[in-house]
């Protein structure tokens, strides 16, 4: 009974291959983001989509494409990879309505580029 | 000036002491307030919501001051499972939420 599930939770790849991460909530959630979180354990908002519609969208490179095919998924695909996005890209869900929101996070997806 | 800064630590405290943080924040518009903890290798975890009015909840306590612009959170009676990072965070609206880069404690025996 996962609230937040990911998939991989490990991804080790070469530069320059495309790759695509998974996540799935449970909660019945209506929000849905992607967090990076890097080396030094800053942790950076990526996308935000609510309704399977795109409403935030940080300074991310174009390398980068968010979809949401329902409120329940959504999923990040990364295409060319370079060594900067070795990073653990965290999944996270929360309601939309309301300021104090809790945000449940996925386990994470630790990706190394080589 | 980053929107939300905390010091990196760590914070080597001994069992049963009494230890506290801050987060300052640059935007003025934030106004949802929040403590997460994580632990290493993990995901981040809502600890507690920081109420203008501050908030308890057992032996922590979250203050938000908004005319210096920091929350703080306070862990009494220190126990060793409380070692983890504190990230805090906030939200300005459109569910954006910034987190700040995250306070380790290190609980001693």
Known sequence: ?114 | RKEVEQDPGPFNVPEGATVAFNCTYSNSASQSFFWYRQDCRKEPKLLMSVYSSGNEDGRFTAQLNRASQYISLLIRDSKLSDSATYLCAMSGGYQKVTFGTGTKLQVIP
């Open chain 1, 1 to 114: 009974d996962t609230a937040v599930s990911q998939t991989p939770k490990y991804l080790v790849t070469q530069m320059g291959n495309d790759k695509s991460i998974k996540c799935e909530q449970n909660l019945g959630h209506d929000t849905m983001y992607w967090y990076k979180q890097d080396s030094k354990k800053f942790l950076k908002i990526m996308f935000s989509y609510n309704n399977k519609e795109l409403i935030i969208n940080e300074t991310v490179p174009n390398r980068f494409s968010p979809k949401s095919p329902d409120k329940a998924h959504l999923n990040l695909h990364i295409n060319s990879l370079e060594l900067g996005d070795s990073a653990v890209y965290f999944c996270a869900s929360s309601l939309a309505s309301g300021s104090y929101n809790e945000q449940f996070f996925g386990p994470g997806t630790r990706l190394t580029v080589l």
